[in-house]
């Protein structure tokens, strides 16, 4: 047993008579709306605690620098 890995499964359904490329869509979104790709990508190689907050603080400055740049507007 995959010890609960199934459910981490994004799954989506087929409607009657809906194409194959529509229902595609909506994986992708689901997929992109659960940060799964994002996780997978992230747990490729290990990344240390200092190059996290080191991260972090750049993804905090560049989002503060936006909310003031727009701010006015």
Request: charged share 40%; glycine share 14%.
């Given at each position: 047993m995959l010890k609960?890995?199934?459910s981490d499964l994004s799954e989506v359904k087929l409607k009657?008579?809906?194409p194959v490329d529509r229902a595609l869509r909506r994986l992708k979104k689901k997929v992109d709306r659960e940060?799964?790709?994002k996780d997978v990508r992230a747990r490729r190689s290990f990344?240390?605690?200092s190059e996290r907050r080191r991260r972090k603080l750049k993804v905090a400055k560049f989002s503060?620098?936006?909310s003031a740049r727009y701010a006015d507007v």
């Open positions: 609960g890995r199934e009657k008579g809906e940060n799964t790709i990344e240390k605690p503060a620098m936006l």
